[in-house]
């Protein structure tokens, strides 16, 4: 199983200081801990790091549980996704934060004609909100993230491949998509997502 650049960095910074909280990794690293989680995560259940109650995190090995590994690069995206809260990018702002809440998520995906054109999370729409914006006249697709700035997966992808990229992107999930070609063009059609509790679920079901 390949350890990411910051996974490496937080197993120094955890021989280091052992015992070391969550907190002050991500002040080592300058980052927040919601970025932290999914890293912490992965570095315990491959069981190179340990997490004690009340006490932080403290190095166990160097080597991960192979099978662990071998396990997660098995597993394909189309079984651990779930479905995506998907709207048109007409919709307006507040029909959207309804929908998000709703379906309880924390992202959710913007379609046009059925295609993948943008993304807008629980942030984005906090920030419309505070800035005073009348949401019931703006539609999503002024606020979204725009392809091609939207990182995707494909259904066939393993989900440690999907793990890394959240980490990497330091977002809360990716959309699944499926390639159409159209008019010579490359376009996705959504057909589900990935979340940091995905990964979370599969690997606390891999160490059963």
Known sequence: MKISKRQKEIIEIVKRHQPITSE???DNLNVTR???RPDLSILTMIGVLDAKPKVGY???????KSSLGKNVQEIKV?????KPVVVDEGTKVYDAIIQLFLNDSGTLFVHSNGYLVGAASRKDFL???IGGTD??????????TRMPNIVIVKPE????????KIIEHEIDCLPVVETVIKD???????????SKTNITKLFVKLTQ
Request: glycine fraction near 4%; charge should be positive.
């Open 24 to 26: 002050r990794i991500a």
């Open 157 to 164: 992808d393993d989900a440690y491949f999907a793990a890394q």
């Open 34 to 36: 919601a970025a932290l």
């Open 127 to 129: 920030k419309i909100a």
């Open 135 to 144: 949401t019931h006249q703006v539609p999503v697709g002024i606020i979204m």
């Open 58 to 64: 403290v190095f166990i090995t160097d080597t991960p």
């Open 184 to 194: 010579n063009r490359e376009l996705y059609r959504i057909v589900g997502k990935i």
């Open 78 to 82: 189309r079984e651990v996704m779930s």
